[in-house]
């Protein structure tokens, strides 16, 4: 990082900023595009990007993932240090992500999913938006037996779902109460789906398609990076690739063996491809129900020298390496993420 891009808070106060209190951030993006209905708040727009990019650029002090760790483990990070991460490995990340990186000169870790890369494929919660959440007509039931339980669900008046109800429900987010039932059959079956070996979610997926009539087409907008685009991202020297298991699977719910086929297999799949170590993990959907103690000390003896969690905090010395806190970011313009930034800089809680 240039010396002008560091800022002059951060050349003022590491100057009479005790250790103690000496913390960084790690931003959690996932897709810089515009794809219109995002139930997981996924997309920040490109414009919107690129005001985050100035803000961090003028106010903070932009580290690598690795550097982070290394100066926490030995003096505490500079005063308002920032880590950007994504996750997933969008093709978008390549097309709009990396110049604007480029651009401000700011570094990222990428976290890749190598199952995705291999087969082309959506991720399954793409495909599920695709089947549920576009403007079309479906059969009015759904009955699916998962788990030897049988669901059903009545889509009622949404049978056909319109474009100007997709447009006025395409900024619906999962959390916020379902506006129809299109919306809950989302959730429901999102719910039903995490926990699922890939196998048994492939064969409920194919059910979907042959339900819903729609072809198995990968969009182009929502695909993620081919072998060849995971050198291309990391071609120069701001991005770092990391690993995000094989099949996005939440770890937690998975025997000791099969975790560590996915962590192993997806990092030593990276090295082929890059010629070099892959030594960050982001745990897969990121939460404390999605991985264990055990999954930690598989990641650890694997080889990687730390780990992202999706759990919101601060870093500081104490901070775990192997469950390093994150902030979500939201599709913000620059006023609002630099909001969002100092009052996780100024309250946030460390973890
Ligand atoms: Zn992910």
Avoid at 2 to 9: C, M, P
Avoid at 146 to 159: A, D, Q
Avoid at 328 to 337: A, C, I, L
């Amino acid at each position: 990082m240039r010396e002008r891009s560091i800022g002059k808070l951060w050349r003022d106060a590491r100057l009479d900023v005790s250790e103690s209190s000496r913390k960084g951030i790690i931003l959690m993006y996932h897709r810089v595009n515009d794809v219109g209905s995002d139930p997981w708040s996924l997309c920040v727009t490109p414009q919107h990007f690129a005001e985050h990019l100035v803000v961090l650029q003028k106010n903070v002090y932009p580290l690598r993932l690795q550097q982070l760790n290394k100066w926490m483990q030995t003096r505490g990070a500079p005063y308002q240090s920032v880590v950007i991460t994504f996750d997933d490995g969008y093709v978008d990340n390549l097309h709009y992500a990396k110049p604007l990186l480029e651009r401000y000169e700011i570094p990222a870790t990428i976290f890749l999913a190598t199952g995705y890369i291999r087969d082309k494929r959506e991720f399954w919660w793409d495909k599920l938006e695709r089947l549920l959440l576009q403007p079309g007509t479906l059969p009015e039931t759904l009955r699916l037996s998962v788990n030897g339980i049988v669901h059903e669900w009545e889509l009622g008046e949404v049978t056909h779902y319109s474009e100007d109800a997709y447009q006025r429900h395409r900024h619906w987010r999962a959390w916020e109460e379902a506006p129809s039932p299109r919306h809950s059959l989302y959730f429901s079956l999102w719910k039903l789906m995490h926990p699922l070996l890939e196998s048994d979610r492939k064969i409920l997926l194919d059910e979907l398609l042959e339900w819903a009539d729609i072809e198995p087409v990968s969009r182009a907008s929502h695909r993620v990076v081919s072998s060849l685009e995971v050198l291309d991202l990391a071609q120069g020297d701001l991005i770092d690739i990391g690993s995000h298991t094989v099949t996005h699977a939440s770890l937690a719910k998975l025997p000791a063996d099969l975790q560590r086929d996915e962590i192993r297999h997806s990092k030593s799949y990276l090295e082929e491809i890059l010629n070099r170590p892959v030594t960050s993990f982001a745990y897969p959907y990121g939460s404390k129900q999605d991985y264990t103690a055990e999954t930690i000390s598989i990641v650890r003896d694997v080889g990687f020298a730390c780990a992202c969690s999706t759990n919101a905090g601060i870093v500081g010395r104490q901070s775990d390496y192997f469950q390093l806190p994150r902030m979500h970011v939201q599709d913000w313009d620059g006023d609002e993420f630099s909001r969002q930034l100092s009052k996780w800089l100024d309250s946030g809680v460390v973890m």
